[in-house]
């Protein structure tokens, strides 16, 4: 099953990498956070990618390129005019890179993909977040459930702590609770399974959001069903959430981190 990875937006919000790259290669650890997911999904044994780009799409194709030559001994005899890679690490990945567009929204990059994934089921995510979700539990959920499409659905975890105050005595705090669960509110949380006719709910042209139309179309033909993740997720929209994944990995506490080489 071929995996479509989301990796073509300006990533605004993290101008302080993205000016140089686009957000997907920001690194976590040494690594693109794009290698993470792709080490993610490569773990339960899904190693074919389809790489939607789009903003500075070179900085991703060349790190692939040179993917073995970045992480291999290597030694250069430069009077013979050589290399020769010494250790190297086996990815078992095939990666097709896709310039779909400088602009392009979302739905319409996926729609762009349609010849590369055929008639056949595939999955999707986007190229800037990390979870400790169990593929094959998704996926089989997904054949549970019958729909044309399964969202993986998280709940997402506040950024501060939350204060009851005594309604009486407005000085009091009855309770706290570090970084409490937003509301209670399941929100998408990428890593969806899809079957084909899901392209057909995208319409032509550059600028379908795939979050509006065709997610409100197959959701109202209740044709999108949701497998709840309650376990750890995390998107990197700012520096901030870049320095506390930075912070998970370095420690070794990783939650999304399941394979066991070294990196």
């Known amino acids: 099953m071929k995996v479509l990875i989301l990796a073509g937006g300006l990533g605004t919000r993290l101008s302080e990498e993205t000016g140089l790259k686009p957000k997907p290669m920001v690194e976590i650890g040494g690594y693109p956070i794009l290698w993470h997911i792709m080490k993610i999904y490569s773990y339960y044994g899904f190693d074919d990618f389809i790489v939607l780009t789009g903003y500075k799409s070179h900085v991703i194709k060349e790190y692939f390129i040179n993917y073995y030559y970045r992480y ?3 030694t250069v005899d430069m009077a013979r005019n050589s290399v020769e890679i010494h250790k190297t690490r086996n990815e078992q990945w095939k990666v097709t890179m896709l310039y779909t567009g400088q602009d392009t929204m979302t739905g319409s990059r996926i729609k762009r993909a349609k010849d590369y994934v055929g008639r056949e089921r595939f999955m999707l995510t986007y190229g800037d977040g990390v979870s400790d979700v169990d593929i094959n539990a998704l996926i089989k959920a997904h054949e549970t459930g019958g729909k044309l499409a399964t969202m993986t659905a998280v709940r997402m ?3 501060f702590g939350a204060l009851n105050i005594d309604a009486n005595n407005d000085a009091t705090v009855t309770s706290f609770m570090e970084k409490p ?3 209670g509110s399941w929100i998408n949380g990428g890593f969806f399974v899809c079957e084909p006719e899901v392209f057909d709910y995208i319409g032509d042209g550059d600028d379908v959001i795939f979050e509006r139309t065709p997610l409100e179309r197959l959701a109202g033909q209740r044709m999108l069903n949701a497998y709840k993740h309650r376990g750890f997720w995390m998107p990197m929209d700012t ?3 870049k320095m506390e994944l930075n912070r998970l990995w370095t420690s070794g506490t990783a939650p999304w981190k399941k394979w ?3 990196r």
Do not use: P, V
């Open 157 to 159: 975890t506040g950024r």
């Open 181 to 183: 669960q937003d509301g």
């Open 72 to 74: 291999s001994d290597i």
């Open 260 to 262: 066991n080489d070294i």
């Open 239 to 241: 520096l901030r959430d």
